[in-house]
């Protein structure tokens, strides 16, 4: 089903990088001034979990942002789907780089041993969710119909 020219574009009701920046600097403001202090046990271990994390995000939204740019299609939210992509981390997640916005904070979370950052993650993913992800999803399956209906079927929302 095609939509009229001026409607086509996902209703996203925020912009996930300024939210998750919102949410990225609100933790670091919040563990500066109002630290719960867990203990600095651990370093080594959360290094170990939290760098692989990091460095999986990175990878994950890099890969997918190039993906979106050798399709042809838009990466900006606001812009018109021009197709359905399904390479890449696309074959795993529907969102991979909203996924890795997520990851980066729970990552951070680890590594700080921080209450601020575990809250900002979950706070993030709720958002990103209700604001972003499910008026996309309604906008693609008004657009493509079966096409997106049957990705939805095979791929995870997520993870």
């Not at 500066?32 to 460095?55: K, N, S, T, Y």
């Amino acid at each position: 089903m095609n939509l009229p020219t001026s409607h086509d574009r996902p209703k996203v009701k925020v912009m996930p990088p300024f939210v998750f920046f919102v949410f990225l600097i609100g933790a670091g403001v919040l563990e500066w001034w109002l630290p719960v202090d867990e203990g600095a046990g651990l370093l080594g271990l959360r290094r170990f979990i939290a760098w692989p994390l990091l460095l999986f995000a990175g990878y994950m939204a890099l890969y997918a942002w190039a993906v979106f740019l050798k399709s042809g299609t838009h990466v900006d939210p606001r812009k018109p789907a021009l197709k359905i992509i399904e390479d890449g981390p696309f074959r795993i997640s529907r969102n991979p780089m909203y996924l890795a916005l997520v990851i980066i904070l729970a990552a951070l979370s680890i590594l700080h041993l921080s209450i601020w950052f575990l809250l900002s993650c979950f706070g993030l993913w709720i958002i990103l969710d209700r604001k972003a992800v499910v008026p996309e999803e309604a906008y693609l399956e008004a657009k493509f119909g079966d096409l997106y209906t049957d990705y939805k079927s095979r791929v995870r929302r997520w993870i």
